[in-house]
Nanobody, 114 residues
Framework: QEQLVESGGGLALPGESLRLSCQAS????????MSWVRQAPGKGLEWVSG????????FYRDSVKGRFTISRDNTKNTVYLQMHNLKPEDTAVYYCHLLGTLTWGQGTQVTVSS
């Protein structure tokens, strides 16, 4: 059974950093592209970032380029989202997603506020 478990969210001041982690299990992690998606309060899902199975290419939405970095460790079945220079508009529940499937994590809350 495919499973994704996010962690690392929390409360941050504007300009601070957080690192999200997503632990995968139940499938061959190294064969699959992964992404991060977020949902701000009262808004729809918004794709944030993604990368290929081997991590060779990373993709970002414009609003996070230069601030967020996606990476993965296939030996640990984990994908990360390093977030720097956080802004209040980054406040959302962040979900890990196994691309091409309906497999999502439970989400981790990120709140950026002074």
């Amino acid at each position: 059974q495919e499973q994704l478990v996010e962690s690392g969210g929390g409360l941050a001041l504007p300009g601070e950093s957080l690192r999200l982690s997503c632990q995968a299990s139940g499938f061959t992690f190294s064969r699959h592209a992964m992404s991060w998606v977020r949902q701000a309060p009262g808004k729809g899902l918004e794709w944030v970032s993604g990368l290929y199975s081997d991590g060779s290419d990373q993709f970002y939405r414009d609003s996070v380029k230069g601030r967020f970095t996606i990476s993965r460790d296939n030996t640990k079945n984990t994908v990360y989202l390093q977030m720097h220079n956080l802004k209040p508009e980054d406040t959302a529940v962040y979900y890990c997603h196994l691309l091409g499937t309906l497999t999502w994590g439970q989400g981790t809350q990120v709140t950026v506020s002074s």
